[in-house]
């Protein structure tokens, strides 16, 4: 693991802890190595709907739910952001999906640090290799068990 970053974990407004944490930051960790990046310091907060559109309304101008909110932050050590993330809308998502909500977490978690390593998903091909990418690291998870 690269010891110059760190990643940070908080919980606002939601009884959802995450579960593996030492995993998760050693998977991010991995996966930014594996494309060139090193972390400076990312800081999740996860938190619910209610204050996820509250900051989309005070940040963005946004008056609707979303599921992340990436802050890009300077750092010489490398990619930086607070990541905020709505446990609300990833459960939902998942739902809607039909896939496991670890699994949804963990895809809002990789779109989140895509985004500060360049990839956007403004256009149908932009999205179609943000996906793919998103699964290229979901599949690097070794830490989940059935």
């Keep these: 693991m690269n010891a110059s970053g760190t990643i940070t974990f908080q919980f606002l407004n939601t009884p959802f802890r995450l579960a593996q944490r030492d995993a998760v930051r050693r998977w991010i960790f991995d996966c930014l190595l594996l494309s060139g990046h090193r972390v400076g310091e990312l800081n999740f907060l996860f938190t619910n709907d209610e204050e996820m559109l509250s900051m989309n309304r005070a940040h963005l101008d946004h008056n609707y739910y979303t599921d992340i909110l990436t802050f890009p932050t300077s750092s010489a050590k490398g990619l930086s952001a607070d990541i905020v993330i709505s446990i609300d809308r990833t459960r939902e998502n998942a739902k809607t999906l039909n896939s496991k909500p670890l699994d949804e977490l963990h895809r ?15 256009t149908e091909e932009a999205k179609i290799i943000m996906r793919a990418t998103e699964d290229e690291w979901l ?3 070794t830490f989940l068990t059935t």
């Design 108 to 122: 809002v978690i990789a779109h989140g640090v895509l985004h500060l390593t360049g990839l956007e998903d403004d």
């Design 139 to 141: 599949a690097q998870r």
